[in-house]
């Protein structure tokens, strides 16, 4: 009887661990067209920021619990690329699963410009990218199937989809206008770069034809909302990324960097590709979202046309209510893309994506076709009865400039203004610098700006000129132009 009892307690045994091995078996062979992934970017992990680290534990844990198979971080994953940063990323990801051998979530890791800044990104006019990639390619060999011999560009495959990573070969920072703002890693991009991403999206098309291939870039291309000028790669390099992408009709190419929210229809967007802009993270270092009387967040970016920082006291009322990442979930012919809300657990219906595996003519998406029309010749216009108005403003020796004036015509298409000061005299330029849209805050009625001018030199007369600049970083044509 104890023989008997004994054989029987080890045919249960195999029976259980053969089931178990079939598990395994098809979740590591699972086909296209199954499986979850989310998508984010921007969590600028500091150990001095208690709230990065916060979300991001947040983020890893709900993947740990609701059969997530892939996380993608798209790029900015740490504030600054340095050893207590990382030392702070390890911990949270052994707090959250242990060890990487015990994770049962698979991850990608991308490089953004920050992951290139050794301290403040704003010091610096050229980091070294060898001990900035040899800190980067510790933690993600750690955590994922990265090698540092793949470098920083390479095709890896998870449950039967193919990404290609395409960080640039060669990081050098540069800074343009006013460096307290702008101080955006651009350029990198070499001309063997863009043919090797060719070349890995023609492999990983040939070695599954019909399946989407995620091409994973930090920097957007000009395709999203938030694209165009803001610390987009050098025009050559867009104008050669955007030759190869136009290639491949079943491409996803998500972005990042912009920070502008992902709640913003403008974050998705389809013409001979897909483009997913991820918007940010966390809302610990910038909010970028507004929210109505009941708390409920808005479907565009921009409060009152300025960042709230961790230190203001609206965005620290705001930081629990928002922590989006895109949620992915594959069909049999096509995914849904949905903006996905991590504080409250919760998906935006209204921003949920059909993207089917190739576009054509007959399924692109068109809600977004105004935006993907040929925009070779700049079209922004103003009406006859706008305006701008300039008020000289001194105190002391300080002499500043307020300036007023509405939105374009086409404000629903514009990004922003440049705005440009000038000696009337000698028609040298004083002071040059970008403003950024209310975009779509008011669809029915156009927004009006009031701007001040800072730190002007003295001169006998101003003249002011504001131009409005489309999503593709063409400007218009008429300016609005005051002397004062």
């Not at 090797?196 to 492999?203: G, K």
């Not at 291939?213 to 291309?221: A, G, K, M, T």
């Not at 977004?368 to 305006?387: G, H, I, N, Q, V």
């Amino acid at each position: 009887m104890k023989r008997i009892l004994t054989v029987c307690l080890m045919v249960v045994m195999l029976m259980s661990l053969c089931a178990a091995c079939k598990k395994e078996t098809a979740r590591n062979q699972n086909q296209p067209g199954t499986g979850r992934v989310l998508i984010t970017a921007d969590v600028h992990v500091s150990s001095a920021d208690a709230h990065s680290q916060d979300q991001l534990r947040k983020t890893l844990t709900y993947a740990k619990d609701h059969d997530v198979d892939l996380v993608i971080f798209n790029g900015d994953l740490v504030d600054v690329g340095n050893a207590a940063n990382y030392a702070t990323l390890n911990k949270i990801f052994r707090d959250v699963f242990g060890s990487p051998e015990r994770a049962n979530v698979k991850f990608i890791f991308n490089m953004g410009n920050h992951e290139f800044y050794p301290t403040d990104a704003c010091a610096h006019e050229e980091t070294d990218y060898e001990e900035q990639f040899d800190r980067f390619a510790a933690f993600a060999t750690k955590w994922s199937d990265f090698t540092a011999d793949q470098g920083s560009i390479y095709l890896t495959e998870v449950n039967g989809i193919s990404y290609v990573v395409a960080a640039p070969s060669d990081k050098r920072v540069y800074m343009s206008g006013n460096q307290v703002v702008y101080c955006a890693g651009i350029g990198g991009y070499h001309t063997e770069d863009i043919a090797l991403i060719d070349s890995l999206i023609a492999q990983a098309t040939k070695e599954n034809p019909g399946e989407p291939v995620y091409l994973l870039s930090h920097h957007p291309w000009g395709e999203t909302y938030g694209g165009a000028s803001y610390g987009m790669p050098e025009i050559p390099v867009v104008t050669g990324m955007r030759a190869v992408m136009e290639k491949y009709p079943h491409l996803v190419n998500i972005t990042s960097h912009t920070h502008f929210s992902s709640l913003h229809e403008r974050s998705f967007a389809q013409d001979q590709w897909t483009t997913i802009n991820t918007g940010m993270h966390t809302t610990g270092k910038y909010v970028d979202i507004e929210f109505d009387a009941k708390g409920e967040a808005l479907d565009y970016a921009n409060i009152e046309n300025r960042r709230y920082t961790s230190a203001d006291p609206v965005g620290q009322a705001l930081h629990g209510k928002t922590h989006l990442v895109w949620d992915v979930r594959y069909g049999e012919e096509s995914f849904t893309a949905t903006v996905f809300n991590m504080a409250t657990e919760t998906a935006y219906s209204h921003l949920s994506y059909t993207v089917p595996y190739g576009i054509t003519a007959e399924n692109q998406n068109e809600k977004f076709l105004y935006e993907l029309s040929d925009r070779t010749a700049p079209t922004l216009t103003w009406s006859a009865e706008d305006e701008l108005t300039a008020e000289l403003i001194k105190t002391g020796s300080a002499i500043s400039m307020k300036l007023t004036f509405s939105d374009t015509e086409q404000f629903y298409t514009t990004e922003g203004y440049r705005i440009c000061v000038m000696d009337t005299t000698t028609g040298e330029t004083l002071k040059t610098l970008l403003w950024a849209s209310h975009f779509w805050a008011a669809q029915d009625q156009k927004a009006s700006y009031e701007i001040t001018v800072d730190e002007l030199p003295a001169c006998s007369e101003y003249t002011v000129t504001v131009e409005a600049i489309d999503f593709y970083g063409n400007f218009s044509v008429a300016k609005l132009e005051a002397t004062v």
